[in-house]
């Protein structure tokens, strides 16, 4: 699915939407460099799983846990992440294959931790077309 945003708002409403339908067990990679969205699609998708608190990128602490949604909401942000031995001090496979639903900033950074199942969401600006624009990607994979 390609989607077009012209403005903040778009994005938001984009990632609410993403999650008002995810299910139990998902997991969402999102890419795109600094300043794309990231974080603003992030808040949406948390609006959309019922979450009210602030929601913003977890860079210091790797996982950022929300539960009082209609389901637990796991937003990593692997940016920072200096040794892959780090995911597995925070337990990252009881969040990947529980039953909450995680988002994965800077995924591609992980790639051989990710489940073979996973929604690809990719966020890029074309300054062509607008400051504020931006085209998201959204495919499933599946290994």
């Not at 796991?74 to 009881?94: K, T």
Request: glycine share 10%; hydrophobic share 35%.
């Amino acid at each position: 699915m390609i989607l077009e945003s012209f403005k903040m708002e778009d994005t938001y409403s984009f990632g609410k939407k993403l999650g008002e339908d995810a299910k139990p067990g998902q997991v969402f990679c999102l890419l795109g460099d600094l300043g794309t969205g990231k974080t603003v699609f992030t808040q949406g998708f948390a609006s959309g799983l019922g979450i009210l608190e602030p929601v913003n990128s977890p860079t210091f602490t790797i996982v950022q846990v929300y539960e009082e949604g209609r389901l637990p909401f796991y937003h990593f942000d692997v940016y920072r992440i200096a040794d892959i031995e780090e995911m597995y001090e925070i337990g990252y496979e009881d969040y990947f294959f529980g039953n909450g639903i995680c988002l994965i900033e800077w995924s591609n950074l992980i790639e051989d931790l990710l489940p073979a199942e996973r929604t690809i969401i990719r966020i890029e600006k074309d300054l062509e077309k607008g400051f504020d624009y931006r085209l998201i990607n959204i495919d499933k994979y599946q290994e």
